[in-house]
């Protein structure tokens, strides 16, 4: 009889009580910030949000080595698991996923008596924040539901094969350094009041628009939701600081769609360390 575990990494936001709830395990990247060191999760949202935004500094975070990972997938095999699925943050964005995959040649190398009694799969999830652990949580479910590593893993690359998120920026500073807006153009927004609206699909960054002006980003995402989202699919939001922006955006989401948002996930420290304490967007399936 299979044993399924679960797991993925902190940029996928998912709420801690969810962790607990599916059983989920989370690996978390370490964060530096000025001199303080720590891990993602330590902190409470606003409370690192405020650290954020009132630190001259900005954050840095590493990767999950491949050391890390061939210790968890010992330490699952030692507990029974048959199947363990691991979802990436964005190979794109992070030298993480590569890791996960080196340990995997490791482990049996150095475990060859795992062979043919454990299955490791470690999947690239090509995008940031909900966008992964939407599927993960409902992933979960199945498994609870009993369905197989190999149906959970056809849903995880279907959903993730389509999945696109597009959020607003509140701010430029942390988008510029990251560099999903370059310098100049975020100076040049920064002058005329600009907010860019990015696009982020099989781990690559793109600007949809810039709208002028904090007040115009909402309606721009619900435009951009209702012209690509597949129809009558779920879809969930995204936001950091502010939760009237969320709140918002789920009223005009539901009023354009004719239905609510299924979740909304807050931000971490990872995906705030790159965009910002100050966003909102929304992610689906998209129609291509």
Same mark, same amino acid.
């Given at each position: ?174 988008? &510029?350094?990251? $560099?999903? #807006? !370059? /310098?100049?153009? @975020?100076? +040049? ?6 907010? =860019?609206? %990015? &696009?982020?699909? $099989?781990? #690559? !960054? /793109?600007?949809? @628009?810039? +709208? ?6 909402? =309606?721009? %995402? ?67």
């Amino acid at each position: 009889m299979s044993k399924i575990k679960l797991m993925t990494d902190s940029a996928s936001d998912i709420p801690k009580e969810l962790e607990a709830k599916y059983d989920i395990r989370i690996l978390c990247f370490p964060i530096t910030l000025g001199e303080k060191s720590f891990y993602d999760r330590d902190y409470d949202y606003v409370e690192y949000y405020d650290m954020l935004i009132n630190s001259k500094d900005f954050p840095t975070h590493a990767q999950i080595t491949a050391f890390e990972f061939e210790e968890i997938y010992k330490e699952y095999y030692e507990q029974g698991y048959t199947d363990l699925i691991y979802v990436a943050i964005a190979s794109l964005g992070s030298n993480t996923y590569n890791n996960a995959v080196m340990a995997v040649d490791t482990f049996f190398e150095n475990t060859p008596e795992a062979k043919d009694k454990y299955n490791i799969h470690v999947i690239d999830s090509g995008n940031y924040t909900g966008v992964y652990g939407y599927p993960l949580i409902q992933s979960a479910i199945k498994i609870s539901k009993g369905a197989s590593a190999e149906e959970v893993i056809a849903y995880m690359k279907d959903w993730l094969s389509c999945a696109e998120v597009h959020f607003g920026c509140y701010t430029l500073e942390f988008v &510029k350094r990251s $560099g999903r #807006v !370059s /310098t100049a153009a @975020a100076f +040049v927004g920064e002058m005329l009041g600009l907010r =860019p609206v %990015i &696009k982020i699909k $099989g781990g #690559v !960054s /793109t600007t949809d @628009a810039k +709208v002028r002006g904090d007040k115009a980003i909402i =309606p721009k %995402i619900v435009e951009i939701t209702a012209d690509r989202i597949i129809p009558q699919t779920p879809y969930c939001l995204v936001y950091a600081y502010d939760e009237s922006q969320e709140k918002e955006l789920a009223k005009e989401l539901t009023k354009k769609l004719g239905y609510p948002p299924e979740m909304s996930f807050r931000i971490g420290g990872v995906i705030a360390a790159n965009a910002g304490p100050k966003l909102v967007g929304a992610f689906f399936k998209a129609k291509d």
